[in-house]
Structure formats: structure tokens, C-alpha cells
Nanobody, 113 residues
Framework: QVQLVESGGGLVQPGGSLRLSCAAS????????MDWYRQAPGKQRELVAS???????NYADSVKGRFTISRDTAKNTVYLQMNSLKPEDTAAYYC???????WGQGTQVTVSS
């Protein structure tokens, strides 16, 4: 089973940017879809962005125009570029695939002045 490790989170001021990485333990080129999720304290985990092996992307309405998902098959890594960050983007961010595997540790993003 593929293992996924998230990284790149941190503390950033409103309006700032971060790039999250999701490193897979095996090749991702044949994985149909890779997703980024987030979970804020006291809230359910929500789907933020998806990318298929054909390069099709989808985003939650709350992040459209600000977040960009991409994949580098040579590095077996999926990225989430987050711009114009808002305090409501504060959450633990996780990646997963379709069909899903065990959740990783996630990476914490905190947007605060």
C-alpha cells in the first residue's frame, strides 16, 4: 500500500503563501486521482482540491482562484500551492488518493497575524 507524507505547512500571515508537498512511497503516474483535504478544529475533514492522472483539476469553492494543485510524476509528489491565505484556511492538511489509503500525519497550516 502506498504511503503518503505531507510537508510544507507553517505559520503565515494573512495574504501570504505556502506550498504543501505530498510525497508518495511509489509511483503516482498510474494513480487515477490524488486529493488534498483539510480539517479545522471541531470541523469535519473537507476536500480542497483534486487532480487526475489526466491532469484535470477540481477545487472547493472556498479556495478557487487561490489554490493550485499539481503533480510531478518524476518525483512522485503532489503539491498544493496556496496563495492569498486567509485565517479560515487554518487547518491540518492531508493528501490521499482514490481509492483511499491510510491517512498520514498531515501538515499544519496556521494563518494569523
Amino acid at each position: 500500500q502506498v504511503q503518503l507524507v505531507e510537508s510544507g505547512g507553517g505559520l503565515v500571515q494573512p495574504g501570504g503563501s505556502l506550498r504543501l508537498s505530498c510525497a508518495a512511497s511509489r509511483i503516482i503516474s498510474n494513480i487515477y486521482r490524488m486529493d488534498w483535504y483539510r480539517q479545522a478544529p471541531g470541523k469535519q475533514r473537507e476536500l480542497v482540491a483534486s487532480i487526475t492522472n489526466g491532469g484535470n483539476t477540481n477545487y472547493a469553492d472556498s479556495v478557487k482562484g487561490r489554490f493550485t494543485i499539481s503533480r510531478d510524476t518524476a518525483k512522485n509528489t503532489v503539491y498544493l500551492q496556496m496563495n492569498s491565505l486567509k485565517p479560515e484556511d487554518t487547518a491540518a492538511y492531508y493528501c490521499n488518493k482514490i481509492p483511499p489509503v491510510n491517512w498520514g500525519q498531515g501538515t499544519q497550516v496556521t494563518v494569523s497575524s
